[in-house]
């Protein structure tokens, strides 16, 4: 692919090579980083639960919600391990983005947990019957 601020690579536009890093991408954060695993497991039995009743709205919920949470979980791990590549000591400064990063996380985290409980609260008569 061709760097679009040093001129180098190749050139062209490859949508199923970006396709093909994007879900590589994925498929690396889901297989080495735990918390986006079982995250995206539980998501997956909702959506799938959803799916099966036919609750469109509650579908796009649940889905844009995991999306939002993976998208924090992965720019958490790659800040993360930027910062530990640039600096390998202890540093207060590292620290504090690290924190800041993390905090990201935490909210996008709440609003997933918010989202599947009332989600789950709202089919779990539907599941039952």
Request: glycine share 6%; proline share 2%.
């Amino acid at each position: 692919m061709r760097n679009k601020f040093l001129g180098t690579g190749q050139s062209g536009y490859r949508p199923l090579r970006k396709f093909r890093v994007c879900l590589s991408g994925l498929r690396y954060a889901v297989l080495y980083d735990f918390s986006v695993a079982y995250k995206v497991v539980i998501s997956m039995v909702l959506l799938g639960i959803t799916f099966y009743y036919r609750q469109w709205v509650d579908f796009v919920s649940v889905f844009a919600a995991t999306g939002l949470m993976l998208i924090a979980e992965m720019f958490n791990t790659t800040i993360e391990a930027l910062c530990d590549f640039v600096e390998t000591r202890e540093n207060e400064k590292i620290r504090v983005i690290k924190d800041i990063a993390a905090a990201a996380t935490g909210i996008s985290i709440l609003i997933w947990l918010v989202v599947l409980v009332a989600e789950l609260g709202y089919l779990w008569p539907l599941i039952l019957k």
